[in-house]
């Protein structure tokens, strides 16, 4: 298992917004910070795509695209699909859930009073923001929070007051509906004292985090205000060298003639150096700056080879994923199956609760079915095929029985609603690689349960068509059809056959073929 599963870290959880590309403001005042905390936090970091519509729900035309560039972003400057859980908002609907049950209980006045909420509603005066979506921005992002159960949320100052108005929310909803959780129904005693109630023992239902100040360097923009996209005088994490140069040596200084004395402080070239370069540079542009002995045209050649020396390997590694476009699906999938783990396991415990009723066994299966199956370790004791055949399949069957009822027929064999005659067979990874033995009799479709090293149960669902074009294609031996699937490399799982390989991880969990 992998580092981020280490449970024991406190949990860290943050958000942007899908501004488009990040720029160098973004990645020191937040991005940088990040990468640090993936390697000694359990960090959850998403992207805000719901957020973006509070404000920009009038041209959605750029939300995917801009969360495609801010993972880029992301992965380019080093944050690692294994070291933290990394999604996108919109992908784990627990969020949306969880947010309606809080507009229940927050008064409006919470919202209104928030700071930005009037600021935002002024900087922004073209805007139409007198929406629900909008008054209810820093609700959703108390549950965004709440959710995860966070401890900390390393924001910068202008988040502060929504941590605040999160914490406010949780002890809200706490007072509400104390925990039900479990064991809540016992009575505690202590010798002859009086029962303890057991909201009082239980852990609260929801966590107040705490705010995670981001120090953040001062960067000016190139024109000397804010570095802010809007104002176009930001420099971007995967800007191009030769826009870079352009851009550094375009750029507003501190000394408007070659004779006045600078301060570096407040020159965007000189925040440059005091981020990216080494101490020595650094010490020698101050004191030429300040005293009026260099040039800025020897300290902006400086500044370009600095970052440059920083950004080339974050836009390359940027170009890499950018290529990949399969690979950047398949790390926002897995984020999205991590979040929502987590996320409704809260949503499990608030919905209980809340009262609400307990959903109904199809949805419990669907549920279900998104969290892992394991194969018991008892496995490893069995004694006969039969017996290991029949510890993989008994959780898998009971799950798909839920779903798509599945009647019984000769051993390994079942018959489904729809008449379809599935085989059902079992393996062990041995390299990463399964090999399934099965004797030589139509079927419509082949279920594939392939336990991992970590027992972990893969299920594949091969669908007739596949079934029927490659039968005769699987190897045969001693009358038995053998096949064999492997993880390649780039993680893909393939099925042999004398043909070539078929790529088949699209099935895993793919159940329509059972109907
Ligand atoms: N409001 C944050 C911003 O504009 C983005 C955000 C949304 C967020 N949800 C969050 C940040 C949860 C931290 C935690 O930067
Ligand atoms: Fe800016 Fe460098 Fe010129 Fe000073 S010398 S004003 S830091 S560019």
């Known amino acids: 298992m992998t580092q981020k599963h280490g449970n024991l870290r406190p949990r860290v959880l943050s958000g942007m917004r899908p501004t488009g590309k990040l720029h160098l403001g973004n990645y020191v005042g937040a991005l940088q910070n990040w990468i640090k905390l993936q390697d000694t936090h359990n960090c959850f970091f998403f992207i805000a795509d719901w957020h973006a519509l509070t404000t920009d729900y009038d041209d959605t035309s750029r939300v995917a695209a801009n969360t495609i560039d801010v993972l880029l972003d992301w992965l380019g400057a080093g944050l690692d699909p294994e070291k933290c859980t990394m999604f996108v908002q919109s992908h784990v609907k627990q969020h949306a859930e969880l947010h309606l049950l809080f507009s229940m209980v927050t008064p409006l006045g919470w919202l209104e009073r928030v700071p930005t909420y ?10 139409d923001l007198s929406t629900y979506g909008f008054l209810g921005y820093p609700l959703l992002q108390a549950a965004d929070i709440l959710i995860y159960q966070a401890d900390f949320v ?12 999160t914490r406010e929310v949780a002890r809200r909803f706490n007072n509400f509906f104390p925990s039900s959780g479990p064991g809540s129904n016992i009575a505690f005693t202590r010798g002859d004292a009086q029962p303890i109630p057991a909201s009082v023992m239980a852990e609260p239902l929801l966590k107040e985090p705490h705010v995670l100040l981001t120090r953040t360097p001062k960067l000016l923009g190139t024109d000397k205000r804010k570095m802010s996209k809007s104002y176009g005088n930001a420099i971007f994490l995967s800007e191009e060298a030769s826009s870079l140069a352009e851009k550094i040596n375009n750029s507003v200084t501190d000394r408007p003639k070659l004779t006045d004395k600078g301060n570096p402080d407040r020159c965007p070239v000189g925040n ?18 300040t005293q009026a002995t260099i040039t800025c045209v020897e300290c902006k050649a400086l500044a370009v080879e600095s970052v440059e020396a920083h950004l080339n390997p974050i836009r390359e590694r940027r170009k890499q994923f950018a290529g990949q ?28 609760a ?16 998104q969290t892992r199956l394991r194969v018991p370790q008892a496995v490893t004791s069995a004694k006969t095929e039969d017996e290991r055949w029949g510890l993989r399949t008994a959780g898998w069957l009971e799950r798909i029985g839920k779903v798509h009822p599945l009647r019984r027929d000769r051993p390994r064999t079942f018959i489904t609603q729809k008449s379809r005659k599935v085989g059902v067979h079992t393996a062990a990874e041995q390299n990463g690689s399964w090999m399934f033995r ?40 001693d009358g038995d059809i053998v096949i064999k699937i492997r993880k390649s490399p780039a993680g893909d799982v393939l099925l042999s056959t004398k043909n070539g390989d078929v790529p088949i991880q699209q099935y895993e969990g793919d159940y329509s073929a059972l109907q």
């Open 354 to 369: 809340v009262g609400l009723l307990a959903e109904t066994q199809v949805q419990l299966a669907r549920e279900e079915s």
């Open 272 to 289: 440059l150096h005091q981020i990216f370069s080494d101490a020595e540079r650094l010490a020698y542009i101050t004191r030429g700056c």
């Open 154 to 165: 390393p924001v910068g100052e202008d988040q502060v007051a929504h941590v605040e108005l």
């Open 438 to 477: 099965l004797q030589d009799r139509a079927l419509n479709v082949l279920v594939l349960l392939a336990q991992d090293n970590d027992f972990y149960l893969h299920d594949y669902v091969l669908p007739p068509k596949l079934v029927q074009d490659h039968w005769k294609q699987f190897e045969r031996a």
């Open 325 to 352: 476009p399969e690979l950047l699906e398949k790390i926002v999938r897995q984020g999205e199956q991590q979040a929502r783990e987590t996320a409704e396991k809260t949503m499990h415990a608030v919905r209980d």
């Open 118 to 127: 009037k600021e935002q509603q002024q900087n922004l005066a073209t805007k």
